[in-house]
């Protein structure tokens, strides 16, 4: 219990990644390349078929063209797991422990435009609560960053996350669908950049390969990212709803109680928040008469007795 408010700004903790950070991504990632192999190798001897049809048609392909695809397609899948992981399978060890106060601002997922184009991105459901005092001890514990709120007392905030299998089913079925629709870019994409073709020479051919090239890329990028898309929204719909924050759940003004996982986060340049609050471990304690920003003498006063 710390009855003094720890001053506000940025703190002495440092979020780069560790080593088992980076370990753990990579072991990740071998374990999708490990299984992708024979989808890789069956997609090469296809590449060999179609090319060998396109060399009879007198549409042959430069090797560069789908190098250049293939290294677009490889990229994105590898842009879109890391989203996944982060989001879903990294699990930083911090403080299990408990805060409770009044909830200052509420964040659903898909609650931007962004998120829903680029669901594989999309950010678990959060809040933003203005602690009681008796838990300041816990938001510059470490030499985290101190949020403050926009109240006459500057009165600390901790943020709270909820594990969301919604936005997890997004990410995966976003990592399935960019997959399925990269594929039919690399088809694509050389297809049209045989269409396209580059007569020149000296160094006019080469400028010319280099905006086929780009157009070959922007092809299978494109292609990947809608069918990452479609993909997300399959994986989310399936879920289902399960998000706490927004009309139906948790919302501005709330008095809250969130035990659970409080890390340093670096999205949040190195606050204090919680990853994630214990499933069904919440408890809410009515609603402050008051409006946003909120004090902390709002919870000091009117919520004397949490769930902590």
């Not at 969301?164 to 089913?169: D, G, H, K, L, P």
């Amino acid at each position: 219990m710390s009855l003094t408010k720890p001053p506000c700004g940025a703190g002495s903790a440092s979020t780069a990644s560790t080593f088992s950070d980076l370990w753990g991504v990579l072991i990740f990632i071998i374990g999708l390349v490990s299984g992708a192999i024979g989808v890789i190798t069956k997609l090469a001897e296809v590449i060999a078929f179609l090319t060998q049809i396109w060399t009879v048609l007198g549409i042959a392909a430069p090797a560069l063209y789908w190098l250049g695809a293939i290294a677009t397609f490889v990229t994105v899948l590898i842009v879109i797991t890391v989203f996944w992981y982060k989001n879903c399978f990294e699990k930083p060890r911090g403080l299990d422990t408990c805060s409770a106060g009044v909830i200052e601002e509420a964040f659903p997922s898909f609650d931007d435009w962004h998120e829903w184009m680029f669901p594989f991105a999309a950010s678990h459901p959060r809040i933003d609560v203005v602690v009681k005092c008796n838990y300041w001890n816990l938001v510059d514990q470490g030499g985290a960053t101190v949020v403050c709120n926009d109240d006459p007392e500057r009165s600390p905030i901790l943020s709270a996350f909820f594990d969301s299998a919604e936005v997890c089913a997004a990410g995966g079925g976003a990592l399935v669908g960019a997959a399925i629709g990269g594929i039919g870019g690399i088809v694509a994409g050389v297809a049209i950049g045989a269409a396209i073709g580059c007569s020149a020479s000296g160094p006019f051919y080469l400028l010319c390969l280099l905006v086929v090239l780009l157009i070959v890329a922007i092809v299978v990028a494109v292609a990947a990212l809608i069918g990452a898309f479609i993909g997300g929204m399959i994986g989310k719909a399936a879920a289902g709803d399960d998000d706490p924050v927004g009309d139906a759940g948790l919302t501005v003004g709330d008095y809250v109680t969130t035990p659970g996982n409080l890390i340093i986060m670096g999205d949040l340049d190195n606050a204090r928040a919680y990853w994630f609050v214990t499933d069904g471990g919440h408890t809410v304690h009515g609603r402050s008469t008051g409006s946003a920003p909120f004090s902390h003498l709002d919870p000091d006063a009117n919520l004397t007795v949490d769930a902590c």
